[in-house]
């Protein structure tokens, strides 16, 4: 990127209406068959204009194709029993009816590749797309086969690298993992989350990202951050071992969260995506909070290597909410990029 302080998002935004139930997770469609498809194609179009108008640089599809960030990707493989239904802790967190693990899991045929090709047509912006990480797609599911974190983590590796890669075909600038399980998992993360999450992005060319947040402005999160004390220090685990891998950006929630921002210091050298947006309240911020978190990170990371984002995906609030803070996002990270210019 040659501008200075890019702007994207963490992922999702909302739906319309018409699409699905609107500030509901996991929301059930409100279309069938073929309308479904033209209606997430059009829901998708409607996104990237929402992200435009706001003047977002780096775009997505807003995830208008997919029920769950995690859910959704699992569905597409095989040995995986969605009928089959186990209720498990996620995140160490929330009990969640989630699917099975039956057999030995593959990739039959691409997943959201032809999706990432019809975004490319509709813009020349640097395109962003996210998949699950390895670890947060293990602990989505009950494992019925492998009966082993780590080995269907390394299976799921190899399964993201093979949709990366014809992502990365299909002409997405940056792809982005989602590991809001390294927050929780400070072992795992250790002895092989890192090691399968550079298993995924093995081969590519374009950039690639790692988003570690906090999760979703659900109630089960705002309770858990709530007994995580003064300060959040979960990310001092996991950042000084990607700071040594070859993961491009570090996507981090920075915005009213209690993540000491010195934290950005250990991965020094990557760019950090700094979210200056709070998904987990209706208020919009204004242009200068915006303006004076993004001030904050620039004690810890060079400007050319800042990235100004939301803490995480934005599904679950109002369209209008979400407008208002894609807007401010711009305006305050407009603000900054004027001071360093002047
Ligand atoms: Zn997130």
Redesign the pocket.
């Known amino acids: 990127m040659s501008k200075l302080l890019p702007t994207s998002t ?1 992922g999702s935004l909302p739906k319309p209406a018409w699409l699905a139930e609107p500030e509901t997770l996991w929301s059930p469609w409100k279309l069938q068959d073929d309308t479904l498809a033209e209606g997430k194609k059009d829901a998708l179009l409607l996104s990237l204009q929402e992200q435009q108008l706001a003047g977002i640089d780096i775009v997505s599809d807003g995830e208008q194709t997919r029920q769950h960030f995690v859910t959704t990707f699992i569905e597409h493989l095989d040995g995986v029993d969605f009928e089959k239904r186990e209720t498990v802790r996620i995140r160490d967190r929330y009990d969640a009816s989630v699917p099975s693990v039956v057999g030995a899991v593959a990739r039959r045929k691409p997943v959201f590749v032809e999706e990432a090709r019809f975004l490319r047509q509709q813009t020349r912006q640097p395109i962003k797309w996210a998949l699950p990480g390895p670890m947060t797609m293990i602990d989505t599911l009950y494992d019925n086969h492998y009966k082993s974190r780590e080995k269907l983590a390394w299976e799921f590796a190899k399964i993201l690298n093979q949709e990366a890669r014809e992502l990365e075909a299909a002409g997405v600038d940056i792809i982005q993992f ?1 590991e ?1 399980a390294f927050n929780v998992f400070f072992d795992e993360v250790n002895d092989w989350g890192v090691a399968t999450l550079e298993r995924a992005i093995e081969g590519l060319e374009c950039e690639t990202a790692v ?1 570690i ?1 906090y ?1 979703y402005g659900i109630k089960a999160n705002t309770d858990w951050k709530k007994t995580l004390g003064a300060e959040w220090r979960q990310n001092e685990e996991a950042l000084p071992k990607l700071q040594k891998s070859s993961i491009d950006i570090i996507s981090l929630e920075c915005q009213n969260s209690r993540v000491p921002m010195d934290l950005i210091e250990l991965v020094r050298g990557k760019k950090v995506m700094v979210g200056a947006i709070d998904v987990a309240s209706n208020t919009i911020e204004t242009p200068e909070e915006v303006a004076g978190t993004l001030r904050k990170a620039l004690q810890f990371v060079d400007a050319d290597k800042l990235y100004p984002c939301t803490n ?2 934005m599904a679950p609030l109002s369209r209008q909410v979400a407008r208002g803070k894609l807007r401010a996002l711009s305006a305050g990270a407009e603000i900054v990029r004027r001071e360093l210019l002047a």
Do not use: E, F, K, N
Request: glycine share 24%.
């Open positions: 963490a989602d809001p988003h947040c999760g995480c995906g």
